[in-house]
C-alpha cells in the first residue's frame, strides 16, 4: 500500500494540530501521568506552536495520505544535536506518527524513507532520532530501517524525566 507524502502548509495548521495531538496520545497516553500528557501536549501541540514550527525554515512537516485519507506526519529538524551525534550536517526526525488503525500496514517505513529522502534534498548527511526507552516496537523498526544506537538523552514529560535511545544512519 503505497503512501503519497507531502510537506505541510500553512493551510494544514489546524489539522496537524489535531493529528499531532491525538497520534501522541494513542502512542503514549496510557503509559503516561495524565496531568504530564496534558502538560506536554498544550505546550507541544497547540496551534500557535505548531504555527511557529511550520515557519521555522529548519523545520519541514511531512503529511502521509492512503486513498486520500490522512493517515500520518512526521518532522525533521535542523538545529542542535545530542553529543553523541558527530556529524555536523545532520538532521533529527523529532516526531512520526501514524494514527493507530493505519498501523501495522507498512506506512511508517514509507514515511521514514521520505523523511530520508527529504533530508537528503536538504543536503543533509545524516538523520537521528530519540525513541523512549520502553519503546521496544519502534526500536525494532528503525533498526530494521538501518539506524544504529549512538547514545541516550533526555525527554521531560510535563514533570516526568524519562530516558531516550538515540539512533542515527547515514542518509
Known sequence: MALIVRRALEKDIAVLTDLSRKTFEEAFGDQN???????????SFSMAQITHELSDPETTYLLAYHQEA????????GGPSPDCILDEKAIQLSRVYIISQHMGKGFGSQLIQACIDESLQQRYTSIWLGVWEINVNAQRLY????????????????????QDIVYTRSV
Open 33 to 43: 501521568d495524565p496531568e504530564n500528557m496534558r502538560t506536554y501536549l498544550d505546550a
Open 70 to 77: 490522512l493517515v500520518g506526519y512526521a518532522k525533521i529538524q
Open 143 to 162: 533498526e530494521r530501517l538501518g539506524f544504529v544506537r549512538a547514545g541516550t538523552k533526555t525527554f521531560i514529560l510535563g514533570t516526568d524525566v524519562q
